[in-house]
């Protein structure tokens, strides 16, 4: 390979690479599933619960945005600054393969120090709202865990990233390109076996009416379901919740616990048949296979940004500033994408199950439980979305027995 063809080949794959990702998420996202009226959430939410919200997001907004943004700041302001190599220097470890893993978790520790206070505000308000019932060994644990796996993920990508741009100067990225991509599939397949039992414990749903109701639900359904996992939730929080996670032999379909407790059977059905829409569209797989494309296009980007620069150690940090930077700025892409098939599930528990009227009051019960954002500013609706406002899926629900011809009146009298 010349050079001239050896310099051009990274920008020719980051433009492909760049192009199936917009390809795949233009032809595959359900951009359109039905007419929607415009929301109203004062139909369906009373006064009182319209204004807990609003003093919900009012006293915790303030505290997690602060710590939003020192998450991102304190690595960006390190990594592309002098003092990201001069802390690498100040390990003072002569294999490198040693520093960087103590530089990795040293600047995530204290990351997550600095957002210690604003963190504990979070959690105070979450705790003051009845949300978190979780004591204060239970969330140090939980940010210990967390801090570790990230730790975990950052440092082998740097060590792999440094090490290939140390063995091959200029082609690195190619195979660092194929091995991120293969991360993300192996890291997507494994998380429900390796990383979820971290935080929580799971067992079968009990034998009874409820369980052979949703076996039956996800056989009509046409997905395999070969059991119904409970997790521990209500030992951390009040909030209801189901999801689907891996894909293959990992798949598993998992309820809170604390959503068979006085949740009516008939709206334990509803969100079982949203996450059968998440199996039965394969949306795990689909959106690793979009992960398995950014993270090759990252790699290809990376190699534009530092070139053989990466095998330098010393720019640990700046990679680890550029991976937190890639992150915030792919948000509102993933969020608007998420929330397309959040709604598509949404449109297939009303297509298995025909029941617009417990739709609508599953969704309302839901958002006052969980106290979610009802009408949230747009840019935080772009920036921390994954999932609709209630109020957008309840007017799915009704423009759905519009087309069924039948009507779910408001929630709330006038």
Do not use: C
């Amino acid at each position: 390979m010349s050079e001239a063809t050896a310099r051009r080949a990274p920008r020719v794959v980051a433009v492909v690479l760049a192009a199936a990702l917009v390809v795949t998420i233009v032809t595959t996202t359900p951009w359109h599933l039905i007419d929607l009226p415009q929301p109203e959430t004062a139909m369906d939410f009373t006064p009182a619960e319209i204004a807990r919200q609003n003093a919900f997001r009012h006293e915790l907004l303030p505290w997690s945005t602060t710590s939003w943004a020192l998450s991102i700041l304190v690595p960006l302001a390190i990594g592309f600054s002098p003092l990201g190599p001069r802390l690498y220097d100040a390990i003072r470890v002569r294999r490198w393969w040693l520093a960087v893993p103590l530089l990795v978790a040293g600047l995530g520790l204290l990351t997550s120090l600095i957002t210690v206070p604003t963190d504990v505000m979070s959690e105070r308000v979450t705790r003051k709202y009845g949300l978190s019932v979780q004591d204060w060994g239970l969330w140090t644990r939980d940010r210990v865990v967390n801090w570790l796996l990230a730790t975990l993920v950052l440092t082998v990508v740097a060590l792999g990233l440094i090490a290939l741009a140390k063995r091959w100067r200029q082609g690195w990225w190619l195979p660092a390109a194929i091995a991120a991509a293969v991360l993300v599939l192996g890291v997507s397949f494994a998380y429900p076996v390796l990383v979820e039992p971290r935080f929580n414990s799971f067992t079968s749903m009990p034998a009874g009416p409820l369980r052979d109701d949703l076996t039956k639900l996800a056989a009509d359904d046409g997905v395999p379901v070969k059991d119904v996992l409970v997790a521990d939730a209500s030992k951390r929080t009040t909030a209801l919740n189901a999801y689907v996670s891996g894909f293959g032999s990992t798949r598993r379909l998992v309820v809170y616990d604390t959503l068979l407790k006085d949740t009516p059977p008939e709206q334990v059905r509803l969100v079982v048949a949203h996450e059968l829409g998440h199996a039965a569209e394969d949306d795990v797989l689909h959106g690793t296979l979009i992960g398995v494309l950014g993270a090759a296009f990252a790699v290809t980007l990376l190699k534009l940004l530092l070139g053989a620069r990466m095998a330098d150690p010393r720019r640990t940090a700046m990679l680890l500033a550029l991976i937190v930077a890639g992150t915030a700025l792919a948000a509102p892409v993933q969020n608007l994408v998420s929330r397309k098939i959040e709604a598509r599930a949404d449109f297939h528990s009303l297509q298995l199950t025909k029941d617009p009227q417990n739709f609508v009051a599953m969704q309302h019960d839901l958002a006052v439980t969980n106290i979610s954002g009802l009408d949230p500013s747009r840019w935080r609706y772009w920036m921390f979305a994954t999932h609709p406002t209630a109020p957008e899926r309840i007017a799915m629900g009704r423009a759905w027995a519009g087309e069924h011809g039948t009507t779910v009146p408001p929630l709330v009298d006038r």
